[in-house]
């Protein structure tokens, strides 16, 4: 019975110990690659479609190897900004090419004036944590 519970607690120190790594290895992640997308809609969409079309990229763009995180925002004028970092510009660019292939990111870039939009992959030089 001693021998069970002593496993049991090493188990549990593992396990835990294991989640705590793999989480300092997420806040770990340094952004090598920033990607900007500022864009204009089509007048037909509200501002709630393109959010809830935004939003359903996200378990789409997650999933990429490199992927760190996306903010989505919008001006006063109603012009948006996507901003998705990456920690490379090679996981940016495969990712990129990559979710052309997706119905539904095809739905969101559907909303898109693409004579507005400006893309680019930026290098940051400066990091303010």
């Given at each position: 019975?001693?021998?069970?519970?002593?496993?049991?607690?090493?188990?549990?120190?593992?396990?835990?110990?294991?989640?705590?790594?793999?989480?300092?290895?997420?806040?770990?992640?340094?952004?090598?690659?920033?990607?900007?997308?500022?864009?204009?809609?089509?007048?037909?969409?509200?501002?709630e479609?393109?959010?809830?079309a935004?939003?359903?990229l996200?378990?789409?763009?997650?999933?990429?190897?490199?992927?760190?995180?996306?903010?989505?925002?919008?001006?006063?004028?109603?012009?948006?900004?996507?901003i998705?970092?990456?920690?490379?510009?090679?996981s940016?660019?495969?990712?990129?090419?990559?979710?052309?292939?997706?119905?539904?990111?095809?739905?969101?870039?559907?909303?898109i004036?693409?004579?507005?939009?400006?893309?680019?992959?930026?290098?940051?030089?400066?990091?303010?944590?």
């Open positions: 019975m001693r021998h069970l519970l002593i496993g049991i607690v090493a188990i549990l120190l593992i396990s835990c110990n294991t989640k705590d790594k793999t989480n300092l290895n997420e806040q770990n992640k340094k952004v090598g690659t920033i990607e900007l997308v500022i864009f204009d809609t089509y007048p037909q969409y509200s501002k479609e393109v959010i809830a935004a939003k359903a996200n378990p789409i763009v997650e999933k990429f190897d490199g992927y760190i995180g996306r903010k989505l925002a919008i001006d006063k004028d109603g012009k948006w900004t996507d998705v970092y990456w920690t490379d510009l090679k940016a660019e495969h990712a990129a090419q990559e979710v052309m292939k997706s119905e539904t990111c095809q739905k969101f870039f559907g909303m004036k693409e004579e507005s939009m400006q893309f680019m992959h930026l290098e940051p030089v400066i990091s303010v944590e």
